[in-house]
């Protein structure tokens, strides 16, 4: 009868919990403002759909296997002797977190054409 309370039991066990503890989205007029950096202030550098330019690409294959908290840190703080600027003074730790979890799975936010978010 064990048998049958581990089988239950495991499909739940093996899900990945994809979320960080204490990281929640941000309300729906501050992904707005995000997704609107991202495609305009980082589209700047990563170019326009997120492919690359001078800076490197923000593409879920790109940031395949790439530490979480350290493109969080890159992102917050930048990359001293390059074009990538901190945006700590723009966006807290958990909003960070947020958009980079966005691009890792391939869904970055987007801005419709009203400015919200789709």
Do not use: N, Y
């Not at 690409?57 to 890159?74: C, E, F, H, N």
């Not at 600027?85 to 799975?105: H, S």
């Amino acid at each position: 009868m064990a048998w049958l309370l581990v089988f239950v039991a495991a499909p739940g066990a093996a899900a990945p919990d994809t979320t960080q503890p204490g990281t929640s989205a941000p309300d729906p007029a501050r992904e707005a403002q995000l997704a609107h950096w991202l495609r305009d202030d980082c589209g700047a550098c990563h170019g326009m759909t997120l492919r690359g330019g001078l800076g490197s690409p923000l593409t879920a294959d790109a940031l395949a296997g790439k530490p979480r908290d350290s493109l969080v840190a890159t992102v917050l703080h930048g990359r001293p002797g390059t074009a990538m600027p901190p945006w700590q003074p723009f966006m807290t730790q958990d909003e960070a977190q947020w958009l980079i979890e966005q691009l890792q799975r391939g869904t970055p936010p987007t801005v419709t054409s009203a400015g919200g978010v789709p």
